[in-house]
């Protein structure tokens, strides 16, 4: 029987170097025989370690390659280290081994290629020449790449899906099991319409979801129609996509799929000082305004809506999404005299939306005076609120004067800081007959120029300061019994016609619903010339109270949160321990919104420390009317101690003074007063032109 003669080559050597292995340590161990073994012994470990690494196939060949090396060093060693030629002449053995393992077990030779050569002894089976495989009918051979061809056998083995062909496939890049395909109808003129994601997907062997079918638009020199269609088959980038997704396929796969439909990621923006992320989108001009379902895109961005982190903005098609690491509705703000200060254009810092921005309100408009409208529930933060707005208009030099209708501690310091502050029904309708009646004296009062102007703060030459005039719960004034209906009318008076003097009126109360008390025509007469402020109010409120104020339906916000602090983990192990939950902080106050557009806009007003003193958010001096103001008003019986019990005559002849006095003789106490028939004349108004007169007969004209 005959070997190959690489491996007769290799038994000899194997005999020839048996001999010096087993002599070579025992004769002279210091023998360059026994370095040149340990070497190559060496090799042999590395080839170990290297065939152990790779993630080729072939492992265990590539030991049994360097198998004998390694094991001529362990003998060489073994034979050095043993006293003569060890017990039992073992150094001759170990060698005698080694030879009979190479001539008979495993010959070197045979583990140097992938496959084991066939025996010498069994005949190689004669060549046969087997036929060339017939072109398909299908899909003739047109020199296409290998690629190509093993696509186009796979694609007829499954049934040719959706009867059509393969005319190209081409594989991605670093993605070993993506590729794209253009496929064509197998029969001419006909147009594909039973090609099936699924089909595909099971064609290859993959998801659904990694499947994409696409129309095929026509080239020059490729033809395109219903007949073809260019498929993705995307298995690998699915995979890294689901995994490691890049910010513009987060956006598409969790954002523009659903929370956002049709939007499109721009960019992204971390602000590690303020603690915010900001993502930027946009969609389609041709889509319109965006629509977004914020409850949806809070659970996108893994946190509830009613947390407060998340805030929209929308600026024509583009959306700004703001997500705070905490809410910045629980923070606090803390007013500063810089802050309330109102600048050239009479605007001021009232305090921080939800983005971030600071919320600006203002003292006066290009109508005139600013008039304004605070909302809030008791504890809400309305008078801190409106002692922000007292500050602003004292430190812009205005003449301030509150009433309000129940005192409270905080009100009584704010009126220590104004020209007239004073509590009751009383009080208020005293000092709106004041402020009717200054709209009067200013009419008359000539400018600089030696003309009568309408009031403006950026005209040179005015006589006189603006008025800004606080009522502090003042549904509950006008409903008083007595002076109620007069307060209201005064009211509607000065919102009409005040903003044109310098007067403005500034309304606080839990509420502005018609139906409580407060008119229609008062309500759109403060709407428009103030920026209104919403504080905290209770949900089933929100939709009415907006609804009040002239806002659409679909900006109408959602109701805020009972708490902005993030609920303690661990419900369910206080469940199972049977113990009460914690208490929820309430920290809401001053939370609400502002309303100087169409959309009201979330924000957290500045917080006055009232315990430590307001001193200095407000000017040394207390602006007040003018001397000639003040003689005008005490000459209409106006001017006086507004605590003072009511005069006699002040609301109305006295009884038996009309039997005393002639229809020529003027009533005291300021001509024409408003009692009983207001309310008569408030109730027979019922048109727009009744309500015209009665303005007219109001005011005299």
């Not at 919320?359 to 109508?367: E, L, P, Q, S």
Request: aromatic residues 6%.
């Amino acid at each position: 029987m005959s070997v190959p003669r690489s491996v007769a080559l290799e038994r000899t050597l194997c005999t020839l170097a048996a001999p010096v292995l087993a002599a070579a340590p025992n004769l002279s161990p210091d023998s360059p025989v026994n370095t040149v073994v340990q070497l190559a012994g060496a090799a042999g470990l590395g080839g170990w370690f290297l065939a152990c690494k790779s993630d080729e196939p072939g492992a265990g060949r590539k030991i049994l390659r360097w198998s004998p090396l390694v094991a001529a060093a362990a003998i060489d060693v073994a034979a050095r280290h043993t006293i003569g030629w060890g017990p039992y002449c073992l150094d001759a053995l170990l060698a005698a081994g080694w030879a009979a393992a190479g001539l008979l077990v495993m010959p070197f030779s045979r583990h140097t290629r992938k496959g084991h050569r066939p025996a010498l002894a069994a005949p190689a089976p004669a060549p046969q020449l087997q036929p060339a495989p017939e072109p398909s009918p299908a899909q003739p051979d047109d020199g296409a790449d290998p690629f190509t061809r093993q696509v186009r056998w796979l694609w007829e083995n499954r049934g040719m899906p959706g009867r059509t062909i393969v005319v190209k496939a081409t594989p991605h890049d670093g993605m070993p099991n993506d590729l794209s395909l253009l496929l064509r109808a197998s029969e001419a003129g006909r147009a594909i319409s039973g090609l099936r994601e699924d089909d595909i997907a099971a064609a290859f062997g993959v998801d659904v979801t990694d499947v994409t079918i696409q129309d095929v638009v026509r080239q020059h020199g490729r033809e395109g129609g219903p007949a073809w269609k260019e498929v993705h088959v995307t298995p690998d980038v699915n995979d890294r996509r689901r995994k490691a997704p890049t910010a513009h396929e987060w956006w598409a796969d969790r954002i523009a799929s659903g929370p956002v439909p049709g939007s499109q990621f721009v960019q992204e923006v971390r602000d590690k000082e303020r603690k915010v992320t900001h993502y930027i989108a946009q969609v389609p001009d041709e889509a319109g305004e965006p629509r977004v379902n914020q409850h949806a895109l809070a659970a996108a961005l893994k946190t509830k809506y009613d947390e407060g982190r998340l805030f929209v903005t929308v600026d024509g098609n583009q959306i700004l999404v703001s997500l705070w690491d905490s809410s910045p509705l629980a923070q606090v703000f803390a007013a500063t005299r810089e802050l309330l200060t109102p600048d050239r254009n009479g605007r001021w810092v009232t305090g921080y939306l939800g983005n971030g921005q600071p919320a600006r309100n203002r003292v006066y408009t290009d109508r005139g005076a600013a008039h304004g409208i605070f909302v809030a529930p008791s504890g809400g933060g309305k008078t801190q609120l409106m002692g922000l707005h007292v500050a602003a208009d004292a430190l812009w030099g205005a003449v301030v004067m509150l009433a309000t209708e129940a005192p409270d501690e905080k009100t009584a310091a704010l009126g220590k800081h104004t020209a007239r502050y004073g509590v009751g029904a009383l009080y208020m309708i005293r000092l709106l007959r004041a402020m009717v009646a200054l709209m009067e004296i200013r009419g008359e009062m000539p400018w600089e120029d030696g003309q009568v102007h309408e009031w403006d703060p950026t005209r040179p030459g005015c006589p006189y300061r603006m008025l800004s005039a606080y009522l502090d719960e003042f549904l509950s004034a006008a409903r008083h019994g007595d002076y109620g209906a007069e307060i209201m009318d005064l009211a509607e008076l000065v919102s009409v016609k005040g903003r044109k003097y310098g007067v403005g009126l500034k309304v606080a109360g839990q509420s502005i619903y018609v139906q409580d008390g407060f008119t229609q025509l008062l309500c759109e007469n403060l709407r428009d010339n103030c920026i209104p402020v919403v504080l905290k109010v209770a949900p089933k409120k929100v939709g009415d109270m907006f609804k009040a104020l002239g806002i659409p339906s679909e900006h109408i916000p959602d109701p805020l949160p009972r708490s902005f602090s993030p609920e303690e983990a661990g419900r369910i192990e206080r469940v199972m321990r049977g113990e009460p939950e914690p208490p929820a902080d309430s920290n809401t106050g001053g939370a609400g919104w502002i309303v100087e557009g169409k959309q009201p806009e979330v924000l957290r007003t500045l917080f006055m420390d009232f315990k430590a003193g307001i001193d200095g958010y407000f000017p040394d001096t207390i602006a007040t009317l003018t001397d000639y103001e003040i003689r005008e008003l005490e000459a209409r019986d106006l001017w006086f101690d507004w605590t003072e019990p009511p005069r006699p005559g002040e609301f109305g002849p006295e009884p038996g003074d009309d039997e005393d006095r002639s229809d020529d003789t003027p009533k005291k106490g300021g001509g024409n007063r408003r009692g009983s028939t207001s309310a008569a004349r408030r109730d027979t108004v019922t048109s727009p032109r009744q309500a015209l007169e009665a303005i007219k007969n109001l005011s005299g004209v």
